[in-house]
Nanobody, 117 residues
Framework: QVQLVESGGGLVQPGGSLRLSCVVSGSIVSRYAMGWYRQAPGKQRELVADISRGGSTNYVDSVKGRFTISRDNAKNTMYLQMNSLKPEDTAVYYC???????????WGQGIQVTVSS
């Protein structure tokens, strides 16, 4: 069974940094396109950043230049480095792994990130 477990969230002041990690078990992460999503209270879940099997990345405009997505296939882990955090980045962040053509779509349980002074 494929499981995704996020870590690294918490409370940080505006302008601070956090690094989220997503460890995948039960499968080989190199098979999957991976992504980070977030959901703020009262809002729909949105894609923050994704990374293809080949390492191509994509970011939502609001985080470009501040967030960096990466993957370490040897460690079966994906990361999201978040710098210059803003209060509007406050949300529950979710890790996702998918293989669209096979209908595989897995989610982590989510982790809270709160940016506040």
């Amino acid at each position: 069974q494929v499981q995704l477990v996020e870590s690294g969230g918490g409370l940080v002041q505006p302008g601070g940094s956090l690094r989220l990690s997503c460890v995948v078990s039960g499968s080989i992460v190199s098979r999957y396109a991976m992504g980070w999503y977030r959901q703020a209270p009262g809002k729909q879940r949105e894609l923050v950043a994704d990374i293809s099997r080949g390492g191509s990345t994509n970011y939502v405009d609001s985080v470009k230049g501040r967030f960096t997505i990466s993957r370490d296939n040897a460690k079966n882990t994906m990361y999201l480095q978040m710098n210059s955090l803003k209060p509007e980045d406050t949300a529950v962040y979710y890790c996702n792994a998918k293989i669209i053509v096979l209908g595989y779509d897995y989610w982590g349980q989510g982790i809270q990130v709160t940016v506040s002074s």
